[in-house]
């Protein structure tokens, strides 16, 4: 015995199994502190007419092969079993569940390739095919819902046949194979693999022109035929743009950047869509082919865009058991000429009472201020690009010196491609630095050029690929005659041991170098040290690396007694094991290790050691952390431990 599914059928055992959008029932959330509950729905049926409620049992006959997977995808597939705790609306409203349930379970059972599975629903005992819509159920109590399921035989694929006009093409590409996966998504995704590799050759125009589908319950096998007519190359033509108000559509096509004449591809629409999300003055955008060509044969490309506001501010505030607290604030705009340029104002003063609260702080004369502007301009070397330029002051009390600095920059950001990008930025910069040796001026130009590679798959919490990033700062002090050239390499891998990415190992290692110049006549703000949540943690910022003597001698300056030197190369290396013990909680034990040298290779007989533990809460926005840690060898100025929070992974 078999069964077919002619064309015009349009997939329709396929269809189900994958087409089907799951909607989660709205349930009352609420939860309580110190005995009071906050957001809490006194009256979950109010909104609701004729409420009745419902109890429902689930019941899955055993099924060759089955390793109890048909159960799971019955189960996340039924709405009766996730909105059992929400009342519907009269007997017709569990009736209407009921059936649309059916039809769920149904396609959830050819997604698992069970093309014979049956599916029952009784409501108090009645089959819900034999009920007729005014069907009246008893609601004085929980009305009892059944379900029985017979998956029945696992079907593999039979015989398939794939090809474009009559031309044939190997289903083994698209792992359409005899005996491979019938399941409804599979078969799907081969030929959505299809589909995009023809469109990938820049043919927008893809169509079936006959399928065939035989599900024969004699040898359990599902044939598939299926021809298509994948149409020519077609080149892009004219970029229309719909949606700007306020920002340019002239310049809104050009900074999409897709070129009239160039053969049609997917890669470059999706491309030209995350250029213009990078501009940040859009809430949405949709960048796609036009439904047919222009008269001269092109394609046209239409994006819809929605504007968002474009003005913004912030405020925050921070706290540390060893730095103090602080505040900070911003304000800016998103679009101040009409074409996505940014400006945007920051201020913040931090370390107020470090000293009062950490016996291991050196003494300090009041608070820290930093102020910057920054303006962007996207698209001046082309749609990849940014200029971008800033006014910076600052006065700061690290461990290591005291430090008031002006500072202007100037210069570019290019990207590559998705993955890698460039920045090139001219900086000037006036500073007066502080330290054990006394006090010092510097005007100082430099130019540091960034490549940064990224394929991670999520900035804020990546669970796999790879960031790399390296670094050439040559500089030049006017005042003092001295030239120098800072280099800096570092690198992060992240791999995750299962599926659900309950178990990711995290690395980090970086490297550094200064040339030129021997470390007195670097100024000590250029010069590298290790320590803090962003380093070495455990250990007080800065303070790994040598150190000036405990006493000053007539002349030094005895506040900095026992604080750094910095030096001038660097060694950090990171492994953190982020452990999920629920869907959002990750614990993670961690090492942290690293060493700062007076020379041009760090001693890695020094290396200082920290270790510790942290707690993950995972969130739409990125998880929140919580990490604390001990140094294995601390110097005269670190504290027992450290506690570092914030929002986004250590690395």
């Given at each position: 015995m078999?069964?077919?599914?002619?064309?015009?059928?349009?997939?329709?055992?396929?269809?189900?199994?994958?087409?089907?959008?799951?909607?989660?029932?709205?349930?009352?959330?609420?939860?309580?502190?110190?005995g009071f509950r906050f957001f809490e729905d006194e009256a979950p049926d109010a909104d609701i007419i004729d409420p009745i409620r419902y109890s429902v049992s689930l019941t899955v006959a055993p099924a060759p092969g089955d390793d109890g997977s048909i159960e799971s995808s019955i189960r996340d597939a039924s709405t009766l079993i996730s909105g059992e705790e929400e009342a519907v609306s009269g007997s017709l409203g569990l009736l209407s569940r009921a059936r649309n349930d059916r039809r769920r379970l149904v396609a959830a059972l050819f997604e698992n390739a069970r093309y014979d599975g049956l599916v029952d629903i009784f409501?108090?005992?009645?089959?819900?095919?034999?009920?007729?819509?005014?069907?009246?159920?008893?609601?004085?109590?929980?009305?009892?819902v059944s379900i029985r399921v017979r998956p029945g035989p696992l079907y593999t694929l039979g015989r398939v046949s794939i090809s474009t006009q009559g031309i044939p093409i190997d289903p083994a590409r698209y792992d359409l194979t005899p005996g491979a996966s019938a399941g409804s998504a599979d078969v799907l995704a081969g030929e959505a693999r299809l589909f995009r590799e023809l469109r990938e050759q820049g043919r927008p125009f893809v169509a079936v022109t006959d399928r065939d589908i035989i599900a024969d319950a004699a040898t359990d096998r599902l044939e598939y035929d299926v021809d298509l007519a994948p149409g020519n190359p077609v080149p892009f033509g004219q970029t229309y743009v719909e949606g700007a108000k306020d920002v340019d559509p002239g310049f809104i096509a050009y900074m999409a950047g897709v070129k009239a004449d160039e053969v049609f591809s997917p890669e470059e629409l999706s491309e030209a869509r995350d250029r213009l999300l990078k501009l940040d003055v859009f809430s949405s955008v949709t960048v796609r082919e036009a439904k047919a060509q222009a008269a001269d044969g092109s394609l046209p490309v239409q994006i819809e865009v929605g504007e968002r506001k474009f003005g913004f501010y912030g405020v925050g505030a921070t706290y540390s058991n060893t730095a103090g607290a602080g505040a900070s604030g911003y304000v800016g705009h998103r679009n101040l000429f009409g074409r996505a340029e940014s400006i945007r104002l920051d201020a913040s003063i931090s370390r107020l009472g470090a000293t009062a609260l950490s016996d291991e702080a050196r003494e300090t004369d009041g608070a820290d201020y930093a102020a910057s502007l920054v303006f962007k301009k996207p698209g001046v070397l082309g749609p990849n690009s940014v200029?971008?330029?800033?006014?910076?002051?600052?006065?700061?009390?690290?461990?290591?010196?005291?430090?008031?600095?002006?500072?202007?920059?100037?210069?570019?950001?290019?990207?590559?491609?998705?993955?890698?990008?460039v920045s090139v930025i001219l900086r000037g910069e006036y500073e007066e630095i502080t330290d054990y040796l006394g006090t010092q001026d510097y005007l100082l130009?430099?130019?540091?050029?960034?490549?940064?590679?990224d394929n991670r798959d999520n900035e804020l919490n990546p669970t796999e690929g790879f960031y790399a990033q390296a670094l050439v700062e040559p500089t030049y002090g006017f005042n003092t005659e001295t030239p120098f050239a800072k280099t800096r390499l570092d690198g992060r891998s992240y791999l995750s041991l299962s599926d659900s990415d309950r178990f990711i190992l995290a690395g980090r290692v970086g490297y550094g170098t200064i040339f030129g110049a021997d470390l007195q006549d670097i100024p000590n703000d250029r010069r590298f040290f290790a320590g803090g949540g962003g380093s070495v943690r455990g250990y007080e910022f800065q303070s790994v690396g040598p150190y000036y003597p405990s006493f000053a001698p007539?002349?030094?300056?005895?506040?900095?007694?026992?604080t750094p030197t910095g030096g001038l190369s660097l060694f950090e290396a990171s492994a953190e094991a982020r452990i999920g013990v629920t869907e959002n909680i990750q614990i993670v034990p961690f090492v942290d290790v690293g060493t700062v040298g007076d020379d041009f290779v760090p001693d890695f007989s020094e290396f200082k050691i920290g270790a510790g533990v942290g707690a993950r809460y995972l969130t739409s926005f990125g998880p929140i952390r919580l990490d604390v840690a001990i140094p294995l060898d601390p110097g005269p100025r670190d504290a027992s431990y450290q506690i570092y929070a914030g929002i986004g992974q250590a690395f």
């Open positions: 078999h069964y077919r599914v002619n064309s015009c059928a349009k997939l329709v055992i396929l269809a189900a199994g994958s087409c089907l959008v799951a909607a989660s029932p709205r349930s009352a959330a609420a939860f309580e502190i110190f409501i108090e005992g009645r089959n819900i095919v034999d009920l007729q819509p005014d069907a009246e159920f008893d609601t004085s109590r929980p009305v009892p200029y971008i330029g800033s006014l910076e002051a600052k006065s700061e009390q690290p461990l290591a010196y005291d430090r008031v600095s002006y500072a202007a920059t100037s210069g570019v950001e290019y990207e590559i491609d998705p993955n890698q990008t130009a430099s130019l540091p050029i960034t490549y940064t590679f007539p002349g030094f300056n005895e506040v900095f007694t026992d």
